[in-house]
């Protein structure tokens, strides 16, 4: 889960980007958000800055796609273990099946009606972001770390 640090958003529709960042703030996202908006510029991103916890990307971009990034980004020693999510309009198996195949740790689409994302975005908020809430007993370590 990625209860704090960047998320990078990766869409190349203003309009998208604005509506995931204004659902963001809705379901009580607080991470910080950075917004690539073409597949060299997250190609630069992530060769220049911090790795940030998690992408969502878009697959449908022009000049290089998501499916680009998401290669580069699974066949790299230094970023393969970043989480990546795609979120995209597309639902095409193909497109599922591939996404996965290169390393996606999930795929969304994004659904036309807004009450449907909100409610995607918040599943989303739930499942890889929010804290849970503690089980006692229950310790959960962190990946390396012996049980």
Not at 118 to 123: F, G, H, Q
Request: charge should be negative; proline fraction near 5%.
């Amino acid at each position: 889960m990625i209860e704090r640090g960047t998320i990078l958003v990766v869409d190349d529709s203003q309009n998208d980007i604005d509506l995931l960042l204004r659902t963001f703030k809705q379901v009580g996202v607080g991470n910080r958000i950075d917004v690539c908006r073409s597949a060299a510029e997250a190609e630069h991103y992530l060769q220049t800055k911090e790795l940030p916890a998690m992408m969502l990307l878009d697959l449908k971009m022009p000049v290089r796609d998501g499916f680009y990034v998401l290669r580069k980004v699974k066949t790299s020693p230094l970023l393969r273990d970043l989480v990546v999510i795609v979120l995209t309009t597309s639902s095409d198996i193909m497109d599922i099946q591939l996404s996965y195949e290169l390393g996606a740790s999930s795929f969304l689409t994004k659904p036309f009606d807004l009450a449907e994302f909100r409610e995607m975005i918040n599943a989303f908020h739930l499942y890889w972001i929010a804290k849970p809430s503690p089980q006692a007993g229950r310790v959960i370590p962190n990946p390396g770390e012996a049980a």
